[in-house]
């Protein structure tokens, strides 16, 4: 007599494929080793289950790739020497399993002489279906010289860093689909001109992630590329080092930009920087951006001068630091573009230093009302507003506070007749309890 058949293998493919892809799901990061066991151990089970399983699951098991270009540490074993070799050998083995790649993650170390080249060379040729790819590692410094479109690359001594670029450039070409690219680099040399040269061939592309952009101490030139001829979407820029004429140029290669974000100068900067540079470098896509996050710029107190959103008719979120805007009165009309649904305003201070308890009391809480109370009058469907505020809880008995418990002063922003219109506001967690913060510290004036 035959044994019952279970429940599970009774559900159709399509539904069972579903519940599959769930469970192998690949996590965006993996912070420990633990974790990637974990991980390999659940999807070798689910291959091993029968046949049904095997066929249903192989597409989602090898959708997310990643590799390592030499030795990247102990927080990445997902891509660790060994584990890369035996991806290779699998799919120089069976390469109906190449078609299954949608995203392709490889990360490059900066001095190994013993990484396998010739292995992320292979997948550069063989994973032609990615539709996303991320790089992350080092890079040599990219420049031109006087011919168009040539690179001149200068390589440190005993570094491979200009593997890298050789990698790109051969994705580039040959991944006809992709759709989405991400690159980082820590070690800040991360040449514009080089990338513009490779986003060329990638006709398809819609979301470009940058970290680490270098300054060249040159203007792109006119001829780098054609004006507005980019499907790029979505511009994501952080550490960006070059300078705003540089930014101004690289805005004109896309055609109708969607989403822009600009964060983080960590490493230092060009200048001058600031809010009326950004949204100058902006005004070709006041059209068709819909969503804008900017970081401090690198200031410690901004403003709104010559930051206008007025004519930006189809911005709906905007994120901004309050160390790029301030909080002057008399100011706070200038972000309300008509259309502008959710405004977030973070605390976050780039510099490894905290926020203060300083930074959000009374004239902070009434900018913020400002804003919302000119939203309502102006008809603009503001309903949304966030604060990032996040201040270590360094205190110590005795020491200087201001007069207000900051999250007091968030929560009276909004108001009945505000909650009444559907106006939120939302913030953390506090990060010390209001009693404590009373008790500890000794009240100053600001």
């Given amino acids: 007599m035959r044994p019952p058949i279970s429940t599970i293998l009774c559900v159709p493919d399509e539904l069972l494929a579903q519940i599959l892809e769930l469970v192998l799901a690949y996590p965006t990061r993996f912070w420990w080793a633990p974790d990637f066991d974990k991980f390999f151990r659940t999807s070798v089970s689910v ?38 070799r035996h991806l290779h050998r699998t799919f120089s083995q069976d390469p109906s399993l190449r078609r299954y790649c949608r995203t392709l993650h490889v990360h490059f170390a900066a001095s190994d002489s013993e990484a396998p080249w010739r292995i992320v060379d292979d997948l550069a040729a063989w994973l032609v279906g990615t539709r996303h790819l991320l790089i992350d590692g080092a890079f040599a410094p ?91 979407t979505s511009l994501r820029l952080s550490n960006f080092q070059d300078s705003p004429e540089n930014l101004r140029r690289l805005l004109l290669f896309p055609a109708k930009l969607e989403e822009f974000s600009f964060a983080s100068f960590r490493l230092g900067r060009t200048g001058p920087w600031n809010l009326s540079v950004v949204a100058g470098a902006l005004s070709p896509h006041k059209s068709t951006l819909r969503s804008l996050l900017v970081g401090s710029l690198g200031q410690k107190s901004g403003s709104l001068t010559g930051f206008d959103l007025s004519e930006f008719t189809r911005l709906e ?115 010390i309890s209001r009693r404590d913060f009373l008790e500890r510290g000794v009240e100053v004036e600001e």
């Avoid at 680099?185 to 398809?204: C, D, F, K, Q």
């Fill in 47 to 84: 291959m091993l289950v029968c046949r049904r399983f095997r066929r249903l699951a192989t597409p989602y098991l090898y959708s997310h790739v990643e590799v390592a270009a030499g030795s990247v540490g102990p927080n990445f074993p997902a891509a660790s020497p060994r584990a890369t």
């Fill in 142 to 232: 990219g420049d031109w010289d006087d011919r168009p479109f040539s690179i001149r690359r200068t390589v440190r001594s005993g570094h491979n860093l200009k593997r890298t670029w050789d990698f790109i450039h051969a994705a580039f070409r040959n991944m006809a689909s992709l759709e989405e690219v991400s690159i980082r680099t820590g070690n800040g040399l991360l040449s514009l001109w080089t990338i513009i040269h490779n986003l060329r061939h990638a006709v398809r592309l819609r979301v470009v992630s940058l970290t680490g952009v270098s300054c060249t101490g040159s203007t792109l030139p006119d001829n780098a590329f054609q004006i507005r001829s980019a499907l790029i």
């Fill in 317 to 431: 979120e905007l994120g901004l630091s309050y160390w790029a805007t301030g909080s002057e009165a008399g100011t706070e009309a200038q972000l309300l573009a008509p259309s502008l649904r959710a405004f977030s305003w973070s605390f976050h201070v780039e510099d490894q230093h905290s926020e203060s308890y300083f930074d959000f009391q009374e004239p902070q809480e009434k900018w913020l009302r400002t804003l919302v109370h000119a939203a309502v009058e102006e008809r603009v469907p503001l309903r949304k507003l966030q604060i990032t505020f996040v201040p270590s809880d360094y205190g110590k008995p005795g020491e200087a506070r201001p007069k207000e418990w900051p999250w007091d002063c968030m929560d009276r922003v909004v108001g009945k007749e505000m909650r009444d219109l559907g106006v939120t506001l939302s913030h953390g967690e506090p990060t």
